[in-house]
């Protein structure tokens, strides 16, 4: 049984925070810069800091999870971000056939999809080793 978080987890964790971090604080604070850099067709300063502040939320779950050894103790983190990464790829794809296409959301959308797939592996590959 395996109830170590592996070390890639942890680096994932790791990478999520900084990342989760940067988004943050430029969407928290910096909303109307960065919607003027990329050419974001709306600006929404409120929707634009709540944003922010989720994640800067998630940073501090990852960070948390990343100061975690056991599996138990990260796993429901890592089922809320998949949710979480599945649900904003949905909206990215929405927005791009829709109305927004700008080449910042396929940035975003591709930094989404590489967080879903190592989260989803490292949910089934810690799931999987338990059953052994």
């Known amino acids: 049984m395996k109830e170590e ?3 890639l987890l942890k680096l994932t964790f790791l990478i999520h925070f900084f990342v989760a971090i940067l988004f943050g604080l430029m ?8 919607v ?25 779950a990852s960070l948390l999870s990343w100061r975690e050894t056991k599996w138990e103790s990260v796993k429901i983190v890592v089922q809320m971000e998949i949710v979480w990464l599945a ?3 949905v909206v990215h794809v929405w927005a ?3 109305d927004v296409f700008i080449l910042i959301l396929w940035f ?4 989404l ?4 797939g190592a989260f989803i ?9 338990k059953v052994k």
């Open 36 to 60: 003027g850099v990329v050419g974001w067709p709306y600006l929404d300063p409120i929707a634009g800091r709540i944003l922010g502040a989720v994640f800067l939320g998630l940073a501090a």
């Open 121 to 129: 592996w490292f949910y089934y590959d810690q799931e999987s080793a």
């Open 96 to 98: 791009a056939l829709t």
């Open 27 to 34: 969407f928290t604070v910096l909303i109307e810069l960065y």
């Open 113 to 116: 999809i590489f967080f879903l």
């Open 87 to 89: 649900l904003a790829i």
């Open 108 to 111: 975003q959308m591709g930094l």
């Open 5 to 7: 978080i592996s070390k």
